[in-house]
């Protein structure tokens, strides 16, 4: 017990630095996994190098940090456990904590000895020693220490940082029994991890992801990889950095928003160079700004200030950050002495910069220093690198396409980061136009090995230049179907559009789940939305608060959303300006976005119509079940009318409006430029004099194709002009060629339901089912004060030859069986390509499905849908035409029925 109390009493002296930092925080990455070790296979090239691995959703089980020192393995020869990890995630700090935990009693009772030992301090012991002597070395607290306390199962061997020892591992070598014979130092390591030494012994050994091939799995018990920070965990540290709530969800968002630079957030060190970087940079924003900033600017952001105060110590570590790539992130004193630093310089620049430059002091009060990261280092060294190649007056694209070359050919990935920030300085000191032949090359490069990692590579670089990098050569491809990079086919083409989407993290919808719908959590997912293409914020308790974040993702070029869907939210005018304010940015992109039922006025839709003026992007525009009325038309006309105004559909149902906005309709209709194809203005008091004018507009010039006036107040006498429309065939004409093809109004679909048109109505528009040149397909008479009177007009619409309808509602009028009777004439005909027909609730009964039986039999080749659900109808009826439902020779596939 003694030897174990004063082994206890070292580690807490030893540690006591970290017992300090660990009383400010005690966040340590708790993302720790199982991986399978029965198979040694090998990895495929994705994850050979270690920050490549930090891209992929890990199929392992998570494993508790306790497991790794328990000691439930009696029964197997095997007792080395390793625990990988990428350089800086936390390996040493989790031993370190551990062993203090079990140094301070806090857990772990079942150890009755650990001995913590640094790979890099191995390295100093040049000559031979017993495993007794290598521990005295490291504790000489335990001069009493032998064999007898050693041989027992309770007993742990730390072995950290295989990665930094400077001898290869042989496991061929001769074997060592007995702690009191002398050895080399890495014999002993070797003779420990095979059993030799201590057999009851447990070894854990860290290494980082590039060594730990030294260890054959034939050797180990288990393998566990430390994942780094968790979402939670990063923000948790942002907080601790930065302090401020409101900064911290600003600066947080800059990483979220670009996959790559979330991914390395999860290492310790760079989440801390991130949010250090970040917390001056967001600072002096008011209200949100969601440009994305890249890797390279970041550490700018964190390192150039320094750099200018600091110049001769910077321009010396630069040069051996460049000398030292792929070695060990271990320098000793002559490392540094050897390129003009002095201990003395470096301590001073260590205690006051120690994100760049940090020490560590060991056996025999040897001091080594690191890079605060080894992406630390990559930065410096690009900069070195771009500054020698001037200095020598190279040519630089040249160079950095020799570079290019190696890092594809180097399947460990040494030099990644290091492009990677050589892209980014080139943007950042102006030293390559965008048109140079360097990026071209990188394009191809892509396009070539467009299955491999290294589009990945490539492609950050390419976003360290240009954040929409690609972007323009895609869209061309996607519009025209062309490349404007020759030699690569529509498969290239493809791959690359699918390749883009998984490395920005690109999904298709976002959607709030119901339980946390509000303000503060739409702005904690506003990097989630910048990456969704349709944003479905529908009922999601949304006020005014949300939208400066929205209108920031709305203008940032980067974004990728597309369709915003607001409805049933509430906003202020306020809001709504704060909104246009983003879509009138000339970077947004939004084509589709819906604001019905937000309880919006009349003022709002000045700055709608703003938008619309400027943002000719933008195809539709819901502004449904809000109270604008008139005067709100009025004032989004401007837009409507304005000649850069690309709107394609506009829904306004129920705002409110009457006769007096359809003069501004009619006019928006007529206009040549007018590219409006859907309109709704059902549940507005139009009337008959309203929707007069709206004919006239689209009988003037009109494109639309879609029109739903329900509910609008139209009656029979309405009808007279819109059959005007239905009727009309208009000669085109164009500046060059004079008289054109003959062609009707355009119209598609109309919804003329629960207005009282009547009977005089329907035969008003039935000349214009018969219209050679006519596009209806579509008509919606449901609730139309409907008797069988008008049904002889349907009839013999459907059987005119000119007749293309496929789609007709009549439900809810008083056809009777009456009316069914003289529609049997016109859908028996051949001519009638009906493909759906709802009579739902028309006072119907078996005799008319009788009618209808038997048209189907005589014209079996259209109609799919049958609705007939409201009427009385026998079951021996329904029976047969459920028949015809199984039978091959007819459509029908779906009918709707109900018994009485």
Not at 5 to 13: D, P, Q
Not at 472 to 487: A, C, H, L, T
Request: contains cysteine; charged residues 25%; hydrophobic residues 40%.
């Amino acid at each position: 017990m003694a030897l174990q109390t004063c082994l206890k009493a070292a580690l807490r002296s030893k540690y006591e630095s970290l017992d300090e930092a660990f009383s400010k925080s005690s966040i340590l990455p708790s993302r720790l996994c199982y991986q399978d070790i029965r198979y040694n296979y090998t990895e495929p090239e994705f994850f050979q190098h270690e920050y490549r691995r930090l891209d992929r959703s890990f199929f392992f089980p998570d494993a508790p940090l306790a497991d790794i020192l328990s000691c439930k393995c009696q029964h197997n020869r095997n007792r080395t456990v390793i625990t990988i990890g990428v350089s800086g995630v936390g390996k040493t700090t989790m031993v370190q904590s551990c062993a203090l935990d079990w140094a301070k009693d806090k857990g772990y009772h079942s150890i009755s000895f650990l001995f913590p030992l640094t790979f890099w301090e191995l390295n100093l012991l040049k000559d031979r020693l017993s495993l007794i002597e290598l521990l005295q070395t490291f504790y000489p607290e335990l001069k009493e220490l032998d064999a007898s306390v050693l041989n027992d199962d309770g007993v742990w061997f730390i072995l950290d940082g295989l990665d930094e020892f400077q001898i290869q591992l042989n496991f061929d070598c001769p074997a060592v029994s007995d702690v009191s014979e002398a050895s080399t130092v890495d014999s002993l390591v070797t003779n420990l991890i095979r059993g030799n030494l201590l057999p009851r012994a447990h070894i854990w050994v860290t290494s980082r992801i590039s060594d730990e091939y030294q260890i054959p799995p034939f050797y180990l018990l288990k393998k566990t990889e430390l994942r780094g920070f968790s979402d939670e965990e990063k923000e948790q540290h942002f907080r601790m950095v930065i302090g401020d709530d409101d900064l911290v969800n600003k600066a947080i968002n800059h990483v979220r928003i670009l996959r790559s630079l979330d991914s390395l957030c999860q290492i310790p060190p760079i989440c801390t160079i991130m949010a250090s970087a970040l917390k001056d940079h967001v600072k002096g924003q008011k209200g949100f700004k969601l440009h994305p900033l890249s890797l390279t600017e970041i550490y700018n952001l964190g390192f150039g200030a320094l750099e200018a105060k600091h110049l001769p110590i910077f321009t010396k570590l630069k040069k051996v950050a460049l000398l030292r790539m792929g070695v060990q992130n271990v320098m000793y004193e002559d490392d540094l002495s050897g390129n003009g630093i002095s201990v003395e310089e470096a301590l001073s620049f260590v205690e006051t910069f120690p994100l760049v430059l940090r020490t560590e002091t060991g056996l025999n009060g040897t001091t080594v220093f690191r890079f605060g990261h080894l992406s630390v280092q990559e930065f410096l060294a690009a900069s070195y690198k771009l500054e020698d190649i001037k200095a020598q007056k190279m040519n630089l694209s040249s160079c950095i396409q020799h570079q290019v070359d190696e890092v594809l050919e180097n399947n460990e990935g040494v030099s990644d980061l290091l492009l990677r920030f050589m892209f980014g300085l080139i943007k950042e000191r102006m030293l390559l136009p965008p048109k140079d032949l360097l990026f071209g090359y990188v394009k191809k490069k892509i396009l070539s090995k467009i299955s491999s990692y290294s589009t990945v590579i490539l492609f950050h670089c390419l976003r360290e230049y240009d954040s929409q990098a690609l972007q323009e050569e895609v869209r061309f491809f996607q519009r025209y179907g062309v490349s404007q990079i020759p030699g690569f086919s529509l498969m290239h083409w493809r791959d690359l559009m699918q390749r883009i989407r998984a490395f920005e993290g690109i999904r298709e919808t976002f959607e709030m789940e119901v339980s946390v719908r509000c303000d503060d959590k739409l702005i904690k997912n506003i990097p989630a939305i910048f990456k969704s293409r349709k944003a479905m914020l529908k009922f999601s308790n949304l006020t005014d608060k949300s939208c400066p974040a929205l209108a920031a993702v709305l203008s940032s070029k980067e974004s990728f959303l597309r369709e915003l869907d607001l409805g049933y939210n509430s906003f202020s005018t306020s809001g709504v300006q704060e909104l246009a304010e983003g879509l009138n940015s000339m970077t947004c992109r939004l084509k589709i976005l819906r604001l019905q039922g937000c309880g919006l006025t009349a003022e709002t839709c000045q700055y709608l119509s703003q938008c619309l003026m400027q943002h000719q992007i933008l195809q539709e525009l819901d502004l449904s079940s809000n109270g604008i009325g008139d005067r709100g038309l009025k004032l989004l006309s401007h837009g409507l009318g304005s000649s850069s105004c690309r709107l394609q559909t506009l829904k306004l149902y129920c705002c409110g409006l009457t006769v007096l906005s359809c003069e501004t309709i009619g006019e928006a209709l007529k206009s040549e430029t007018s590219t409006l194809l859907e309109l709704n203005l059902s549940n507005n008091s139009l009337k008959d004099a309203g929707f007069k004018i709206i004919c006239e507009g689209m009988y003037a010039w009109c494109s639309l194709q879609k029109l739903n006036v329900s509910r609008c107040g139209i009656t029979g006498a309405g009808c007279r002009y819109l059959a005007k429309v239905l009727c009309s065939i208009s000669q085109l004409t164009d500046g060059w060629m004079g008289v054109g093809e003959w062609q009707a109004v355009e119209l598609i679909d109309l919804d003329l339901s629960m207005n009282h048109i009547g009977d005089k109505g329907v035969k008003e528009i039935s000349p214009g089912l018969m219209n050679p040149l006519s596009h209806l397909k579509t008509l919606n008479l449901s609730y139309c004060s409907l008797t069988d009177s008008c049904c002889a007009e349907l009839a013999s619409g459907l059987m005119s030859k000119a007749n293309i309808l496929s789609e007709l509602d009549l439900s809810h009028n008083n056809l009777q069986d009456k009316g069914v009777k003289k529609l049997y004439i016109g859908l028996q005909s051949p001519q009638c390509k009906l493909e759906k027909l709802s009579l739902r609730t028309c006072g119907l009964t078996s005799r008319s499905v009788q009618f209808l039986t038997s048209a189907l039999k005589l014209n079996p080749f259209y109609l799919t849908e049958l609705h007939l659900v409201g009427n009385r109808l026998e079951n021996s009826e329904i029976r047969a035409l459920a028949e015809l439902t199984k039978n091959h020779k007819y459509t029908l596939r779906t009918i709707d029925v109900s018994v009485d």
